[in-house]
């Protein structure tokens, strides 16, 4: 029954989620060792100047090689990564590789270079400090913390407000930008647009795939390319797929933008090959 409780637990569950909690375990001892394994790599999604159509930056996508099952996305190991506490390691990773790759492009191909990574919740918590680890690397490697933009998601402000803004206010004094990743979804509040120094605001795919004329989703989506204007924040819509959408954005005046339509994400070498003059012709 269910009150014997104990090591007769295991009958309630059935097979299939008996399996699938085995094989979390396994993705997560599996992922313990992804990094010195070197199964983790970054690719680059180029976030694009509407007007002008030319690549105003790029965001830092995480990709995971598993030796058996192949490229895993980021939203079936990230949630595993963040319950086991691996993600703080990982974003370490992440903050590394991608600060090492837009000093390089800086030198390389444009000065003003930035690239934007993800960040999870985690790591601003009080029992780590990852933001203390991310500026004594960037001291230590010689680069400009202007070079990263830092996204987050609006859940992660509504925790330990004082805290959180605390660092990222420290962040954003040594250079970093800020921006609020898939706004409009989680439980958004206006007020942290008041609240918190934002540099960017990117509105969520969910909102911009769905514009049409006349449609909710393409009235929202311009309430809310006015109302950052006017807070003096940038914009970027997510997940563009098709001519129409951006059209409809540029009619807007809404600045940038990133999705399937302009790019996929893509490998250094790919990104490269965007970036160098020569390919411009
Ligand atoms: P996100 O930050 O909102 O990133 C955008 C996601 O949308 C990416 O999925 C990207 O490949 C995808 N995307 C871009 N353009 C289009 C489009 O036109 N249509 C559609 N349908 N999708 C598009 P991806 O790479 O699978 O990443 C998913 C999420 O995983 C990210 O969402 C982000 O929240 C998280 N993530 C990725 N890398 C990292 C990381 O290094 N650290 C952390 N903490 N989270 C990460
Ligand atoms: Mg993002
Ligand atoms: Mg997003
Ligand atoms: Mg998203």
Redesign the pocket.
Known sequence: SAKSGGRGCFHYFTSGMQASIQNRIALINDLRKAISNRELT??Y?PIVEIASGKIHKA?????WHHPRRGII???DF?PL??ESGL?IE??NW?FEQ?SLQAAKWRSRYAGNFQIS????PL?YRNNTDSPADWLAWLAEHKIDAAALTL?I?ENLLMNDYDKVNKRLAQLRRAGMEISI??FGTGYSSLSYLKKFHIDYL?I??SFV?KMSKGSDDLIICEAMVVMAGKLGIKVIA????TGEQMQLLAAMDCQYG?????A??LSVGQFEALLSPESKD
């Open positions: 970054l690719v999604q965001e830092a996508l995480l990709r996305a980021p939203a990230i990564a963040e993600i990982i974003g992440v991608a990574i993800n960040t999870s790591q996204e998601t990743d898939d990117k969520d795919k795939q997510e997940g563009i797929e990133q999705g399937y339509w302009l996929k994400p």
